[in-house]
């Protein structure tokens, strides 16, 4: 709670007490009078400032000008208890409106911390301390225990966990060791590190997030639009109704004046708009807030209302659904040959090369090869290598290599790549690799047809037929391969014939590559943003760890915040309608009406910060 937020209430507090003598007095007595006008002026003059100061900016139907037409019209009729209850109650329920929007800012203040205040820079054996604006591409920083790392770079020296729960909602710490990217914003815990920086500070990913959530409450949502146009047209529309309840039933019925003056004050109260005014924007900012403490960047509220009414995704394969690098998914042999000694052989040949395949090889076979064993290393362009392996003569390649060197086998047939293995000119047996399938996918694909996802495809670059298999093991509705980026543009197009009226289409992919296509969607979404320069500038919303399940959970949020508002208009319309229906009918005095505006704010404004928690 602010120092300002602290004594508005000791006001409002003291102006309650005295609006309480002065009932405890009597309503009709010179002290029960003075008491009441002590409140009223206690709590009522700044609201009365800003309704004049509102008229002459041309902002005349506003909820100040309401409750000060309500408060001293009653007074006027010397119904002075309720004139100042009026005043009273109406600022407790701003400054408890005012109080949930700070925790709310506050939560999403905490995202705000990961900025560091600054880098230690090192010049020759000198440790020099500036600010991370001033650090320069390519100079070497230390990042201590407990420090949080100021800029992108890459690990040059040491090794130590570091906490990305920040940037992630991941509580597990990453180890970084060298040659290992850095991210900015995360917290080095263990061991001492040195990162050469490949960015600076205003280009770095920390600095990159906080700008989008910072402004993120630009982008407005339609349903915070209409109500924000509603309060235009209401509001005026609520003004002319009263004029008419106090009007019409003492001229045309010859009715008492000061009672149905006493009706239509109460119908002004009652009609105010503020439950709705503030708790709709506060759900969708309250809805951004949550999820970034998953680890979750939407920029804006319009990106969140979309994605609750996402019925077709499409994703992109590599590095969405699949890891994103080559590992041996099958060792087949032949004849007397072991799976180890195939995968020794491959590995072997291919202890010099740098070729992704090589290196999933050398990984599956996990143990020591001794340079010595290898020797007559020969690399055959576009085919593959022979060696000499403990002295015998190994080929390791494609089905070309084989056939030029006459060997008799069976060429296979699957989804991924085929390395094939000969030992002294006979064929024992082959290796199937392949981009392995993320490990939660094909669950979070099952949830996101639980969610009301009605239909998902694939838009891949890949061959089709290891795009075809892929989307078989995930579980989609179907695969478009070969694509190039404009292709991928093309195929999005074609999926929006399927999107049901007043639905969305969204893109998943990793930002990078598929700007156009996230672009294009009406919700793109990167994945694995943490890591990735492009993801945060082309798409609506971040997922900033890698992992499909992410997906759920922004979902989750999204539809949860969604009903939220539905919700609070429902509720807040649907009770003021009834009450001013009553107070105009002379059923509700101008204390219901008090209650009535203040309760259904501080339960609308309590509903719209249920969205700033989702479970995961």
């Known amino acids: 709670m602010t120092s300002k937020q602290r004594k508005t209430l000791c006001r409002i507090i003291l102006a309650i007490i005295l609006l309480a003598a002065g009932l405890l007095a009597g309503e009709g007595t010179t002290t029960g009078i003075i008491l009441s006008l002590s409140s009223f002026a206690l709590v009522g003059w700044d609201v009365l400032y800003k309704a004049l100061r509102n008229i002459r900016k041309g902002q005349v139907f506003d909820e100040f000008f309401l409750m000060s037409i309500a408060s001293i019209g009653a007074i006027a009729i010397q119904e002075y208890a309720e004139g100042a209850a009026v005043m009273a109650f109406y600022q407790l329920g701003e400054w408890f409106q005012g109080y949930a929007t700070n925790r709310v800012r506050t939560s999403i203040g905490e995202l705000m911390d990961i900025r560091p205040e600054y880098a230690n820079v090192l010049q020759g054996e000198e440790i020099r301390q500036t600010d991370p604006y001033d650090v320069a591409i390519g100079d070497i920083i230390l990042v201590k225990p407990g420090e949080r790392i100021p800029l992108d770079g890459q690990v040059v020296e040491g090794r130590s966990l570091v906490d990305t729960a920040a940037l992630t909602g991941e509580s597990v710490p990453q180890e970084l060791t060298v040659g290992d990217k850095a991210i900015s914003g995360c917290i080095n815990q263990t061991g001492t590190l040195k990162i050469k920086t490949s960015t600076t500070y205003d280009q770095s990913t920390v600095e990159r997030i906080l700008e989008l959530v910072e402004t993120a409450g630009a982008q407005k949502a339609k349903a915070e639009q209409f109500i924000t146009k509603f309060a235009k047209f209401y509001t005026p529309i609520v003004v002319v109704l009263a004029l008419l309840v106090v009007a019409v039933p003492p001229l045309v019925f010859n009715e008492d004046f000061s009672l149905w003056l006493y009706r239509a004050l109460t119908f002004l109260v009652i009609s105010c708009p503020c439950a709705l005014v503030i708790s709709i924007p506060m759900s969708f900012f309250g809805g951004i807030g949550g999820a970034s403490r998953s680890g979750i960047l939407i920029k804006g509220g319009n990106y969140l209302e979309r994605l609750?009414?996402?019925?077709?995704?499409?994703?992109?394969?590599?590095?969405?659904?699949?890891?994103?690098?080559?590992?041996?998914?099958?060792?087949?042999?032949?004849?007397?040959?072991?799976?180890?000694?195939?995968?020794?052989?491959?590995?072997?040949?291919?202890?010099?090369?740098?070729?992704?395949?090589?290196?999933?090889?050398?990984?599956?076979?996990?143990?020591?090869?001794?340079?010595?064993?290898?020797?007559?290393?020969?690399?055959?362009?576009?085919?593959?290598?022979?060696?000499?392996?403990?002295?015998?003569?190994?080929?390791?390649?494609?089905?070309?290599?084989?056939?030029?060197?006459?060997?008799?086998?069976?060429?296979?047939?699957?989804?991924?790549?085929?390395?094939?293995?000969?030992?002294?000119?006979?064929?024992?047996?082959?290796?199937?690799?392949?981009?392995?399938?993320?490990?939660?996918?094909?669950?979070?694909?099952?949830?996101?047809?639980?969610?009301?996802?009605?239909?998902?495809?694939?838009?891949?670059?890949?061959?089709?037929?290891?795009?075809?298999?892929?989307?078989?093991?995930?579980?989609?509705?179907?695969?478009?391969?070969?694509?190039?980026?404009?292709?991928?543009?093309?195929?999005?197009?074609?999926?929006?014939?399927?999107?049901?009226?007043?639905?969305?289409?969204?893109?998943?992919?990793?930002?990078?590559?598929?700007?156009?296509?996230?672009?294009?969607?009406?919700?793109?979404?990167a994945m694995g943003g943490i890591g990735s320069d492009a993801a945060i500038e082309a798409a609506d919303v971040v997922l900033m760890t890698d992992e499909p399940h992410k997906l759920i959970t922004a979902i989750k949020i999204a539809k949860k915040t969604k009903n939220i508002c539905w919700q609070n208009i429902i509720f807040a319309i649907g009770i003021k309608v009834l009450v001013m229906i009553l107070g105009a009918a002379g059923l509700a005095s101008l204390w219901a009406a008090v209650f009535a505006d203040v309760g259904v704010a501080m339960l609308a404004v309590l509903n719209a910060m249920r969205a700033l928690y989702v479970q995961d």
């Open 308 to 525: 609750a009414d996402v019925d077709i995704i499409a994703f992109d394969k590599t590095g969405t659904l699949t890891e994103g690098c080559f590992q041996v998914q099958r060792v087949h042999t032949e004849a007397n040959t072991s799976s180890e000694d195939i995968l020794f052989y491959a590995a072997a040949a291919e202890i010099d090369s740098l070729h992704p395949i090589a290196d999933s090889l050398r990984q599956a076979y996990g143990k020591e090869i001794k340079r010595q064993d290898i020797v007559n290393i020969q690399e055959v362009t576009g085919q593959g290598i022979t060696a000499q392996v403990r002295n015998h003569q190994v080929l390791v390649g494609s089905d070309r290599l084989l056939k030029d060197h006459h060997i008799d086998f069976t060429p296979v047939s699957e989804p991924g790549t085929i390395v094939y293995i000969a030992l002294e000119g006979q064929y024992a047996g082959y290796i199937l690799i392949a981009d392995a399938v993320k490990k939660d996918a094909p669950v979070a694909i099952k949830q996101l047809r639980k969610l009301g996802i009605k239909k998902m495809v694939m838009l891949s670059g890949d061959k089709q037929e290891i795009a075809n298999s892929v989307a078989k093991t995930i579980g989609l509705d179907g695969a478009l391969a070969e694509l190039l980026p404009a292709d991928k543009v093309q195929g999005l197009n074609n999926l929006f014939s399927d999107v049901t009226p007043g639905k969305y289409l969204a893109y998943v992919g990793d930002g990078i590559n598929d700007a156009p296509v996230l672009a294009r969607a009406d919700v793109g979404i």
